[in-house]
Antibody, heavy 123, light 110 residues
Framework: QVQLQESGPGLVKPSETLSLTCTVSGFSITSRYYWGWIRQPPGKGLEWIGTIYHRGNTYYNPSLKSRVTISIDTSKNQFSLQLRSVSATDTAVYYC????????????????WGQGTLVTVSS | QSALTQPASVSGSPGQSITMSCTGTNSDVGSFNLVSWYQQYPGKAPDLLIYEVSKRPSGVSNRFSGSKSGNTASLTISGLQAEDEAQYYCCSYAGSSTLVFGGGTKLTVL
């Protein structure tokens, strides 16, 4: 049974870089699935940040693309998020999730989620 | 890429059926059968309810069903139960390997 766990600092200063890691257990990150990051500001809705495939293909939300990098470390079964030049509007619960492939086709939905981690941007 | 439009809230009594909408454009919902729905309880991660417009993952009750007409997708919950009270989000493929979520609908069971 796949499990995902986010980790990283809970507090980041404005203008600095937010860095989070998602550790995947019970499932190989090099299997046919994609891996995504989603965030949720307090009291607000979900926002897709981006997705990565184990071969390094990355796809980003156009509104965040200039500040986001998602990378993957297959040796550790982990993938990571970096969000640069953060401000208070980046305060949110950040989730990592598994993005499904069905019959070799990217199906674009998330079937397993981490518990989420709150990142606050404040000085 | 704008968020999909969902009503802020819907309500229903136990045993009733409710339908909530998710309106996009012909660049997302209207062009692809790649709409998914998620249920979220306060303080918890979302759970997958529906994928590819109308398919249910194993373990999801058949009281939940999805459909789509034009640029609007819908989630119907039949035989409403108290445990269905939660926040619901739709999500659609929006082309160029991108995704867009709706703003969410809070379901209240009266």
């Amino acid at each position: 049974q796949v499990q995902l766990q986010e980790s990283g600092p809970g507090l980041v200063k404005p203008s600095e870089t937010l860095s989070l890691t998602c550790t995947v257990s019970g499932f190989s990150i090099t299997s046919r699935y994609y891996w995504g990051w989603i965030r949720q500001p307090p009291g607000k809705g979900l926002e897709w940040i981006g997705t990565i495939y184990h071969r390094g293909n990355t796809y980003y939300n156009p509104s965040l693309k200039s500040r986001v990098t998602i990378s993957i470390d297959t040796s550790k079964n982990q993938f990571s998020l970096q969000l640069r030049s953060v401000s208070a509007t980046d305060t949110a619960v950040y989730y990592c999730a598994r993005d499904v492939v069905l019959e070799e086709v990217h199906a674009y939905y998330f079937d397993s989620w981490g518990q989420g981690t709150l990142v606050t941007v404040s000085s | 890429q704008s968020a999909l439009t969902q009503p802020a809230s819907v309500s229903g009594s136990p045993g009733q059926s409710i339908t909530m909408s998710c309106t996009g454009t012909n660049s997302d919902v209207g062009s692809f059968n790649l709409v998914s729905w998620y249920q979220q309880y306060p303080g918890k991660a979302p759970d997958l309810l529906i994928y590819e417009v109308s398919k249910r993952p194993s373990g999801v009750s058949n009281r939940f069903s999805g459909s789509k007409s034009g640029n609007t997708a819908s989630l119907t919950i039949s035989g409403l139960q108290a445990e269905d009270e939660a926040q619901y989000y739709c999500c659609s493929y929006a082309g160029s390997s991108t995704l867009v979520f709706g703003g969410g609908t809070k379901l209240t069971v009266l």
